[in-house]
């Protein structure tokens, strides 16, 4: 049975960082696609940024570039999301989500079959 559980949300400044964390188990993770995907009060949730855990190539939306990093740890089985530069428009809950890495298109949260249950980021101005 597959396990996403997101850790490191929390409240901070505007021009502050978070560290988010997705401890995955259940499976070996190598042939897929990891994704951070966040959902913000009223709105859509949308894509943040992805890893193709064997090829460890990343992607980001752009309102994140240069802001946020994806990174994995093979041997602890997480997926991490570095974000620096917080802004007041990046508080959402923020996802772990999990794909075969077949997926087309990593920013569309549809090809994800397995999702973490999400953590609270929220940045006050």
């Known amino acids: 049975q597959v396990q996403l559980v997101e850790s490191g949300g929390g409240l901070v400044q505007a021009g502050g960082s978070l560290r988010l964390s997705c401890a995955a188990s259940?499976?070996?993770?190598?042939?897929?696609?990891m994704g951070w995907f966040r959902q913000a009060q009223g709105k859509e949730r949308e894509f943040v940024a992805a890893?193709?855990?064997?090829?460890?190539?990343?992607y980001y939306a752009d309102f994140v570039k240069g802001r946020f990093t994806i990174s994995r740890d093979n041997a602890k089985n997480t997926v991490s999301l570095q974000m620096n530069s917080l802004k007041p428009e990046d508080t959402a809950v923020y996802y772990c989500?999990?794909?075969?890495?077949?997926?087309?298109?990593?920013?569309?949260?549809?090809?994800?079959?397995?999702w973490g249950q999400g953590t609270q980021v929220t940045v006050s101005s």
């Open positions: 989500a999990a794909g075969h890495y077949t997926i087309v298109d990593v920013t569309a949260p549809n090809y994800y079959g397995y």
């Open positions: 890893i193709r855990w064997s090829e460890d190539k990343t």
């Open positions: 259940g499976r070996t993770f190598s042939s897929y696609v």
